[in-house]
């Protein structure tokens, strides 16, 4: 099958990626790391988390290709909201420099996934946030609304770290 499929979302997720990376630009490791004067996520567990989810858009699309071990799963998976606990978390992860190499390969894959078959031709359903018949376009499209909340955590977050 030919054509251009999902040209939205594959817009969508190319410029998360784009966002992620020109907000990380400049940063260190360190202060990806670094404890805000906020009850937050710090900026590693933020970027780690987005990809994580990635990870489970990618195996709605059934690509297992993408290497996300359980022990990033652990680190990135939670929805923590206190510093202390992210930190920790993020600590056990990835450099942030090693996160911006997966969300690439994780966007390179998104993109040929999303590229070469619609999603609403994925007639499996699944289980997702209580509903029981949830589509691969339910999963995707929540995904691509979680990402952009994300996004704008990691806004503020490296606001308030340029500001320290």
Not at 3 to 10: A, C, I, Q, V, Y
């Amino acid at each position: 099958m030919s054509g251009n499929h999902n040209p939205t979302l594959r817009f969508m997720f190319q410029r998360g990626t784009d966002q992620i990376k020109e907000l990380c630009d400049g940063l260190s490791n360190a202060d990806s790391l670094r404890q805000m004067p906020l009850d937050h996520n710090c900026i590693n567990y933020t970027v780690g988390h987005v990809i994580h989810y990635r990870q489970h858009i990618l195996k709605t699309l059934g690509v297992e290709a993408f290497d996300w071990p359980e022990a990033l799963a652990e680190s990135y998976s939670g929805n923590i909201g206190t510093t202390e606990d992210a930190l920790a978390g993020a600590g056990q992860g990835l450099t942030l420099d090693q996160l911006l190499a997966k969300l690439d390969e994780s966007q390179a894959l998104l993109d040929s996934a999303l590229g070469s078959r619609d999603v609403g031709n994925f007639p499996e359903t699944r289980e997702f946030f209580g509903n029981p018949e949830a589509t691969a376009a339910d999963v995707i499209g929540f995904m691509s609304w979680h990402e952009s909340q994300h996004l704008g955590q990691l806004d503020v977050l490296v606001q308030v770290l340029r500001l320290a």
